[in-house]
């Protein structure tokens, strides 16, 4: 991947919890379940932290304090930096192509734990994005453990992951996050293959997809392999992968991201594409 010399975002935050950041008002002890109840599922806890958040007050999040702030940068760093960055060229046209201005979101580089709206993190969790403050968090750490441990890797499957998340960013601003909570709030069932969190995860990566074909377009960064190395980490990281690794078995009811075979489709379909209304997961008859 042909990412050097680009752009770097401005957007970003290099730096770890202060130790002294608020949770939830759901109180440490229920954090705790939702997140033990989330890894035995296969799901992503911090993003299970998220959708509470919206349905509850979250306090004010504490503030991140710099690792160093003399420190070099680091390749990873500067790599999510210009990836951030290409996201935000590529969705600040799509937005201004309907008049509308893209308030990007800030990304959190962070090492061992940090603190956000959503409540408190460590490396172990993966990425997340927090609705709560608009923020995408990343210990880079986690791409090490992806290719060691999930079978997925390289750089441009970590861009995918960056795209991924941003896409759950695009999804708060156009409302379709805050209509998953309230059908969740009324007590309806979101979850399960075909449910409303699984449709709401595979448009996050077609829209991954989406951006990686005009990040091609305009910049051709992609080189040979590329492509197969997002969509085999969509394929290591589908919930029937990681169901079928941790218990040797697959449960469709305990879906929350979909199958590995639904999220190669999704973000091939938002690359082979470019079109923002290819990746309706919600008005699909199947997925």
Not at 138 to 145: C, G, I, K, V, Y
Not at 157 to 184: F, M
Not at 262 to 268: A, D, L
């Given at each position: 991947?042909?990412?050097?010399?680009?752009?770097?975002?401005?957007?970003?935050?290099i730096?770890?919890?202060s130790?002294?950041?608020?949770?939830?008002?759901?109180?440490?002890?229920?954090?705790?379940?939702?997140?033990?109840?989330?890894?035995?599922?296969?799901?992503?806890?911090?993003?299970?932290?998220?959708?509470?958040?919206?349905m509850?007050?979250?306090?004010?999040?504490?503030?991140?304090?710099?690792?160093?702030?003399?420190?070099?940068?680091?390749?990873?760093?500067?790599?999510?930096?210009?990836?951030?960055?290409?996201?935000?060229?590529?969705?600040?046209?799509?937005?201004?192509?309907?008049?509308?201005?893209y308030?990007?979101?800030?990304?959190?580089?962070?090492?061992?734990?940090?603190?956000?709206?959503?409540?408190?993190?460590?490396?172990?969790?993966?990425?997340?994005?927090?609705?709560?403050?608009?923020?995408?968090?990343?210990?880079?750490?986690?791409?090490?453990?992806?290719?060691?441990?999930?079978?997925?890797?390289?750089?441009?499957?970590?861009?995918?992951?960056?795209?991924?998340?941003?896409?759950?960013?695009?999804?708060?601003?156009?409302?379709?996050?805050?209509?998953?909570?309230?059908?969740?709030?009324?007590?309806?069932?979101?979850?399960?293959?075909?449910?409303?969190?699984?449709?709401?995860?595979?448009?996050?990566?077609?829209?991954?997809?989406?951006?990686?074909?005009?990040?091609?377009?305009?910049?051709?960064?992609?080189?040979?392999?590329?492509?197969?190395?997002?969509?085999?980490?969509?394929?290591?990281?589908?919930d029937?992968?990681?169901?079928?690794?941790?218990?040797g078995?697959?449960?469709?009811?305990?879906?929350?991201?979909?199958?590995?075979?639904?999220?190669?489709?999704?973000?091939?379909?938002?690359?082979?594409?470019?079109?923002?209304?290819?990746?309706?997961?919600?008005?699909?008859?199947?997925?």
């Amino acid at each position: 991947m042909k990412w050097r010399g680009q752009r770097e975002s401005s957007n970003v935050e290099i730096g770890s919890s202060s130790g002294r950041g608020s949770s939830m008002k759901m109180g440490l002890g229920g954090a705790v379940l939702v997140i033990i109840l989330g890894l035995i599922m296969g799901k992503n806890p911090m993003e299970m932290l998220g959708f509470l958040a919206q349905m509850q007050s979250a306090a004010p999040p504490a503030a991140n304090i710099p690792i160093d702030s003399n420190a070099p940068v680091t390749e990873e760093q500067q790599f999510s930096k210009v990836v951030l960055a290409s996201t935000e060229d590529v969705w600040g046209r799509i937005f201004s192509a309907s008049g509308q201005q893209y308030p990007a979101p800030t990304m959190v580089l962070f090492s061992g734990s940090v603190q956000s709206a959503c409540g408190g993190a460590t490396s172990a969790v993966g990425p997340f994005y927090c609705p709560g403050d608009r923020k995408v968090y990343l210990d880079t750490q986690f791409f090490d453990e992806m290719t060691a441990k999930l079978g997925g890797g390289g750089d441009f499957a970590q861009a995918y992951v960056i795209a991924h998340e941003v896409g759950h960013h695009i999804q708060t601003l156009t409302g379709v996050s805050d209509q998953v909570n309230k059908v969740r709030a009324r007590g309806g069932t979101v979850e399960g293959d075909g449910g409303l969190l699984v449709r709401q995860e595979l448009q996050a990566d077609c829209y991954a997809g989406l951006w990686a074909h005009y990040a091609q377009q305009e910049k051709q960064w992609m080189e040979s392999g590329d492509l197969e190395e997002a969509i085999n980490t969509a394929q290591a990281i589908g919930d029937d992968t990681l169901q079928r690794r941790s218990r040797g078995m697959v449960m469709p009811d305990s879906f929350s991201h979909g199958s590995a075979e639904q999220r190669m489709h999704w973000f091939r379909r938002g690359f082979d594409s470019g079109d923002l209304g290819q990746c309706d997961t919600f008005r699909a008859r199947t997925i």
